[in-house]
DNA sequence: CTCGGATCTGTGAACGTGCACAGATCCGTA
DNA sequence: TACGGATCTGTGCACGTTCACAGATCCGAG
């Protein structure tokens, strides 16, 4: 009958059908499905053939089901969506991760979490034993993800450091060394007022970047030369200029929060007539695709982000293995990129 | 033993404890779970507590081994890699359609295909049951992924209409009547000598956006005035925009692929000292964050990318109910964003 | 010829859930 | 009281795989 029929083509073939082909058992079917020694040369050929002939691929719920993993593990982005558009780095973590993953033959899978909705969906998923570990990029203090997280005790590893998280592994830069060490080099360009646009304070990122410049200035420290702005836009980076410059006219060196926030700054500094890097030097932070738009290009920290995510990913991978969880977190290098903006 | 303790510890709590806890039957507990009849208020109130007491979340692998799906629909970007960090639009169509499935309570597992290593997993991947269906993102015409869903019969829906897909479903924007209908914008302002600088001729996009200004140049058409270029990029905007101005130094309005493109070549022409829009009006198409960053503003096509996540997500979960697949492909409409380029 | 080890194979149980079915109880009506 | 229907509950099987175990065969050494 059709309906037989119809079912017969999408029924999805199994060990079982894989066996009666091959004329052996279950068991042996599965033994050289794993690899597994104490199979004959007759059996294997056999068992080839078959599975290439009825078309058969395994069952992955089943596995998990039986296995208790799953051989794929999960990148959590928690990020509201503006962010998730824009960030200069996600992108690169995503592809670093995918292909440390990819290596050691386990699944990616990128898992959005935008709303608080997302955020309970994507708890009852993580539990559902579907992912064996997970990379959280850029979680917040607080982040009910992180608490979901730690409450099932699966591998993870965060990018970036939130200040919660205790002894959890993470893979971050130092943003405080690195904002330090490119302000000394901007210092030593021998500039005499200095002054930082400080982007996204709210984040971690955003206050190292400004506690590592004033680590640099040390005693020469004016407040009046520090603008703070919310986010690390172009358009903040634009306003965040226009409003130093006319508190401070004589400013004569610029640390952007962000690669962005310079460009919008260099924009400003050029309309008001100012030469770069004559007058004024600027340096950025991110190294992403606007340093290299900029005229002149802009001098700033490079960040490994697909560096991170490769990290991140072996991170976990150990932790899967039952190898050392090296909880303090590693820190990577970030060097600095000089270019003609100063 | 410490041991037995430890495994206690781990176990994740199943059906079965919960009924044992509530004092009922595991058909019972499956019955609440699934929101079904016929159970008393009893039953009910002891078996949520239990539930609550235990710490009871449903074991994802074996509910999709026996109902034969999981409540998840795989997103798959099939990028190389400075594609998928440069793209402007992926991110939005990411949230756009994360934001459709999560309304229908399915999780969206974004997939990334990057080496042909990763193609083949992810071939496997799609077969193993964990996925309900796809969207597919930036497919290429002959792109194995392509041929991996169709030979399993997934449901799935693309982002953007490759030539060879037949009567899958999809949803795109009409690149050809997009670009028409710029240029005739363009057209509009008095231009005499109209170029286009052509990106990416490669992909469907690309060549649908030449389509279109042909269409609207019509009888004064002349092929001195086309400039191709690769890639959908900013120094690729600023080669063409070169070697277009010294072929024809009397251009006086150029249609740009993309917003990127269109920003670089905007620099090459101020820098050569041209006003715009006084003595070249430019446009582009994307509507990216280039857009506004220039100087001054783009005047270009909106790519609705949100909206394309969205309508692919539902197009999936219409295919996923079993409703009319809608086979020839839906189109977007793309408002002209009219700035102060032209 | 017998024994023991290595090699190969098949069978049954288990993973955690949903569903069909059968059985039990309750209640209103004839 | 007896009956039929609605309501509620428990049990066994199925999903597709892996693994432990037991049984079968082979071969070389004593």
């Given at each position: ?35 597994q020694p104490y199979v004959s040369e007759d059996a294997r ?115 970036g450091r939130p200040r919660d998280i205790g002894s959890a ?13 490119i302000t000394n080099r901007l210092l030593a360009t021998g ?152």
């Amino acid at each position: 009958m059709s309906s037989v029929e119809a079912r017969n083509r999408r029924r999805r073939a199994t060990v079982k059908d894989v066996a009666l082909e091959a004329g052996v058992s279950r068991g042996t079917v599965s033994r050289v499905l794993n690899g597994q020694p104490y199979v004959s040369e007759d059996a294997r050929t056999a068992i080839d053939a078959a599975i290439a002939k009825v078309g058969f691929i395994p069952n992955r719920a089943a596995r998990s089901l039986v296995l208790q993993r799953s051989q794929a593990i999960g990148l959590i982005v928690h990020e509201p969506h503006s962010l998730f558009v824009e960030d200069p780095n996600i992108g690169s973590i995503l592809m670093g991760a995918n292909a440390a993953l990819s290596e050691a033959d386990y699944q990616m899978s990128t898992l959005i979490a935008d709303t608080p909705r997302d955020v309970d969906r994507l708890a009852r998923y993580l539990s559902g034993g579907l992912i064996d570990g997970v990379i959280i990029v850029s979680a917040r203090v607080g982040d009910p993800i992180t608490e979901a997280v730690a409450r099932l005790d699966l591998p993870a590893t965060f990018v970036g450091r939130p200040r919660d998280i205790g002894s959890a592994a993470s893979v971050a830069i130092d943003n405080r060394d690195s904002a330090r060490r490119i302000t000394n080099r901007l210092l030593a360009t021998g500039r005499r007022r200095v002054g930082m646009i400080a982007a996204a304070l709210d984040r971690d990122s955003g206050a190292d970047r400004l506690a590592g410049f004033v680590d640099a200035v040390g005693g020469r420290f004016d407040a009046e030369l520090v603008e703070r702005v919310p986010l690390y836009s172009y358009s903040d980076g634009q306003r965040g200029m226009r409003t130093l410059l006319a508190r401070c006219p004589d400013v004569d060196g610029i640390f952007a929060s962000s690669d962005a926030v310079a460009a919008g700054a260099m924009d400003v500094l050029q309309s008001e007539g100012r030469r770069i890097p004559d007058d004024v030097g600027i340096v950025g932070f991110d190294d992403s695709s606007w340093a290299m738009r900029c005229d002149p290009p802009l001098s700033t920290v490079h960040q490994p982000a697909t560096e991170l995510g490769r990290a991140a990913a072996e991170s976990v991978l150990r932790q899967l293995r039952g190898v050392s969880d090296e909880s303090e977190g590693r820190q990577l290098e970030c060097p600095i990129v000089w270019r003609g903006s100063a």
